[in-house]
T-cell receptor
Framework: DTGVSQDPRHKITKRGQNVTFRCDPISEHNRLYWYRQTLGQGPEFLTY????????KSRLLSDRFSAERPKGSFSTLEIQRTEQGDSAMYLC??????????FGPGTRLTVT | GQQLNQSPQSMFIQEGEDVSMNCTSSSIFNTWLWYKQDPGEGPVLLIALYKAGELTSNGRLTAQFGITRKDSFLNISASIPSDVGIYFC?????????????FGTGTRLTIIP
């Protein structure tokens, strides 16, 4: 399978715990994006990278959220001190320069 | 954050019927994309539009980029059971769709037996 992959697919955590999600983009894609989707809504942009550079992070929801793409390949999204309002689907997408974004299957986070 | 307005919110149709849905924005976009999402999965890209007035087809799907660049339309002809799902429009200020996407609120398509 050469699509975008995300791990884990599901995560249940207790409030106050830290969680980290991983995204592996399509291999030749240099841009990587993170979105969040709550129930009944469309995905909402969080941040994106071109290679290892984070080009926009203003939409990260608070300072509890951080993302990295250290070698310009896979990326991680970390949420510290999770809150119940963080429960959502976290989606990763990738693109190659001037082409459209392709999404992974998402990580469903449930904070109890 | 901003979400685009999609209409209708939901549709209940019989197999074989044609479907039309639209998406409107208060802002101009340079690229419009249409995605389909199944429960528990990520959105799957259906069609990308790059130029105002452009009409593009992908099998039974046809999408149009509105002249004002503030709207887009998606038509599905002769619907089949696998068309069931949620359809999202998304706009990008990039000419290529590789900048952050602003998504619509979704149109849920259900096929009545």
């Amino acid at each position: 399978d050469t699509g975008v992959s995300q791990d884990p697919r599901h995560k249940i955590t207790k409030r106050g715990q830290n969680v980290t999600f991983r995204c592996d983009p399509i291999s030749e894609h240099n841009r990587l994006y993170w979105y969040r989707q709550t129930l009944g809504q469309g995905p909402e942009f969080l941040t994106y990278f071109q290679n290892e550079a984070q080009l926009e992070k203003s939409r990260l929801l608070s300072d509890r959220f951080s993302a990295e793409r250290p070698k310009g390949s896979f990326s991680t999204l970390e949420i510290q001190r999770t809150e119940q309002g963080d429960s959502a689907m976290y989606l990763c997408a990738s693109s190659f320069s001037t082409y459209e974004q392709y999404f992974g299957p998402g990580t469903r986070l449930t904070v109890t | 954050g901003q979400q685009l307005n999609q209409s209708p919110q939901s549709m209940f149709i019989q197999e074989g019927e044609d479907v039309s849905m639209n998406c409107t924005s208060s802002s101009i976009f340079n690229t419009w994309l249409w995605y389909k999402q199944d429960p528990g999965e990520g959105p799957v890209l259906l069609i990308a539009l790059y130029k105002a007035g452009e009409l593009t087809s992908n099998g039974r799907l046809t999408a149009q980029f509105g002249i004002t660049r503030k709207d887009s339309f998606l038509n599905i002809s002769a619907s089949i059971p696998s068309d069931v799902g949620i359809y999202f429009c998304a706009g990008s200020i990039s000419n290529f769709g590789n900048e952050k996407l602003t998504f619509g609120t979704g149109t849920r398509l259900t096929i009545i037996p």
